[in-house]
């Protein structure tokens, strides 16, 4: 008697059991038909589509052989040359030739990457102080040439923007570095690139003082001429 109701015992609970493990595979299998009919049901996210970046904002003379110091002017929209460069060389290489080297002055960069991805291509990033005008980008071209811009500070407003633009981009000069060139511009318009205040010393940073650096930009009586020149992204 005692071995049968143990029998019966063990075999009750063993029943259990498996009823249990029966019961949890029925609640698994009916959350994965809500999952799968949740996925089939629900349409797919859409794709965010790419955004293509701004076009750098350029001005370049084309006419041949230019005289002054700059061939151009860039107007870059911030101090990363990681995010500047690539919109750059999408510009200059079919004009200029592949850019494979740029060089700059680190007092306005923050971050000077020894190297910058672009298009197809890598172009390779040197700095020198003081030999590079601290406002000035200069580029070389494997077995082409060498170009030297303006580089606008990217807080720069837009009008004064333009008339450095117009004047770096000039056939016939001004015969100025970049940095004494923005200080011209300074002097004539009384406001600095940012739109604040010119303080009283600052255009005699220069040798010649300020009025003779101002006398070496001419007033710009009207439209700039554009036979001579590039302008992109403005």
């Given at each position: ?7 019966s ?29 949740s996925a089939?049901?629900?349409?797919p996210?859409?794709?965010?589509e ?27 929209r911030?101090?990363d040359l ?13 004009l200029w ?31 020198f ?15 082409t040439g060498?170009?030297d ?31 004494a060139?923005i200080?011209?511009?300074e ?44 302008i992109?992204?403005?």
């Amino acid at each position: 008697m005692d071995s049968t109701e143990g029998i019966s015992h063990t075999g009750y609970h063993a029943g259990s059991f498996l009823a249990k493990d029966e019961t949890r595979a029925a609640a698994e299998a009916a959350r994965r038909r809500v999952r799968i009919m949740s996925a089939t049901l629900l349409p797919p996210l859409p794709q965010p589509e790419p955004v293509a970046a701004p076009a750098a904002r350029l001005a370049l003379k084309t006419d041949g052989t230019s005289r002054g110091l700059l061939d151009g002017a860039w107007w870059p929209r911030s101090r990363d040359l990681l995010s500047e460069l690539p919109a750059l060389t999408d510009v200059l290489d079919p004009l200029w030739g592949r850019i494979t080297r740029i060089a700059v002055n680190p007092e306005h960069w923050p971050v000077i990457p020894r190297k910058v991805p672009v298009d197809g291509h890598i172009v390779k990033v040197g700095w020198f102080t003081p030999e590079i005008d601290p406002h000035k980008l200069l580029l070389l071209s494997y077995g082409t040439g060498r170009w030297d811009l303006l580089v606008i500070p990217p807080e720069t407003g837009a009008e004064s923007a333009a008339r450095l633009m117009a004047a770096a981009s000039d056939y016939d000069g001004p015969p100025l570095t970049a940095s004494a060139l923005i200080a011209a511009d300074e002097v004539r318009h009384g406001v600095s690139p940012t739109g604040g205040p010119l303080e009283p010393d600052e255009a005699w940073e220069y040798e010649g003082g300020a009025s003779a650096v101002a006398a070496a930009v001419p007033e710009q009586t009207g439209p700039p001429g554009r036979a001579s020149r590039l302008i992109v992204g403005m």
